[in-house]
């Protein structure tokens, strides 16, 4: 059997732990050949495909980024259901691994719908997938965001200074829910709960009050209340998004102003995404790509590997890529009575 593998939207740590982990028992256990797809949905349309032999994912699981490269090329845009499986069929590739998000799983989905042979794995640093209780990324991201936290608060304490931390999170605000847990923020700011500056500046002053520099953490995806969108200053990317990124240098001088405390920001940005995975990111990932070996060799065409409690499973992409997994009310509600 002959494999392609592909890589897409924003990179990850863990990327590569899942290539390694999906050739090393595909090669071991099943005699199946690999192909690497470059640059995620581009390659398969465009014919930029290479082999991916077993000694080309030595070492792997601890490398961040992807070996194979990513992209936010849309597969029906740039060639269509057609071309795919023209590429497909001139590298007798008998099936697909798609290792991307809610929009490339989305995709992978459009696909199956149409016969394409895929099975797909989630990845996403913003933990916004449905049908799997974590992907990896999630985790190294929060590490790189709480260790941030706890640095920014030395230096915030030694100047009597507040600090607002913006984190990624485009819809849902898991990084900043989880990292601002961690590093004892006095408030975080989530896309699925806005505030208005008047709550956010009492928390601010409260905890100067008490004598604490006040760490507010806000994701790139939060809006005041009122607001429709969220800041995207810099515009549209190149497949038409908002580059998010921008509230926590808009939101600085407000809450200075409001509270008279001066305040300074630190944008995480792409700091979260890049370097090696942690332990916890390495062992999901590698679980993920030998998970989705057991699930092309089952046929398991049109479904993702997912983590139901410590089990990999398979489900739908169906229903991993209808609802987003939002923040649930309650669970931002709990983390808000440690504010102030
Ligand atoms: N409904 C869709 N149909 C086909 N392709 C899609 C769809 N939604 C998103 N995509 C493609 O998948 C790419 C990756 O999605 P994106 O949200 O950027 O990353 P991720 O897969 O990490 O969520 C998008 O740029 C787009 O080209
Ligand atoms: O790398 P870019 O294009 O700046 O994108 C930034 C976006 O990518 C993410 O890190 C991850 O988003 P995806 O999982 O949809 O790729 C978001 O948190 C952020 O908004
Ligand atoms: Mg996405």
Redesign the pocket.
């Known amino acids: 059997m002959r494999i392609g593998i592909l890589t ?3 990179d ?1 740590p863990g990327l590569n732990a899942v290539i390694r982990g999906a050739v090393v028992k595909g090669d071991r256990i099943h005699g199946q050949t690999f192909l690497g797809i470059k640059d ?2 581009r390659g398969l349309v465009e014919d930029d495909v290479i082999p991916l032999p077993r000694h080309d994912v030595r070492g792997l699981s601890r490398q961040g980024g992807t070996i194979l490269g990513t ?7 740039d060639g269509g259901i057609d071309q795919v499986r023209k590429v497909m069929a001139h590298h007798e590739m008998d099936a697909v691994i798609a290792i ?8 992978a989905r ?1 696909l199956a719908d149409e016969g394409i042979n895929i099975v797909g794995v989630p ?2 640093i913003d933990n916004d997938l449905s049908a799997t209780d974590y992907t990896f990324g999630f985790d190294t991201a929060v590490e790189i965001a709480t260790e941030s936290i706890d640095r920014l608060r030395t230096t915030a304490e030694s100047h009597h200074r507040c600090m607002v931390v913006e984190v990624m999170g485009r819809h849902v605000g898991w990084i900043a829910l989880h990292a601002g847990l961690a590093g004892g923020a006095q408030a975080i700011l989530i896309p699925e709960v806005p505030q208005s500056m008047g709550q956010i500046a009492e928390w601010v002053e409260s905890a100067r009050d008490r004598g604490r520099a006040p760490i507010v953490v806000v994701a790139e995806g939060f809006t005041l209340d009122g607001e429709e969108h969220p800041d995207a200053p810099r515009g549209l990317d190149a ?1 038409g ?1 908002p580059r998010l990124g921008g509230i926590g240098e808009r939101l600085g001088p407000m809450v200075e102003d409001a509270t008279g405390i001066e305040t300074r920001v630190a944008t995480l940005g792409h700091l979260q995404r890049g370097g090696v995975p942690s332990a916890y990111d390495r062992v999901l990932a590698t679980r993920f790509g030998t998970g989705a070996i057991d699930a092309v060799v089952e046929q398991k065409w049109g479904t993702m590997v997912s983590l139901s409690g410590t089990e990999v499973v398979t489900v739908d992409l169906h229903d991993a890529t209808t609802v987003l997994k939002t923040v649930p009310r309650s669970r931002y509600d709990e983390a808000a009575i440690l504010f102030g």
């Open positions: 897409s939207g924003g990850c995620g949905w992209s936010r090329t849309n597969p029906f845009d991307g998000g809610e929009g490339t799983l989305t995709a459009r990845k996403t497949f998004r």
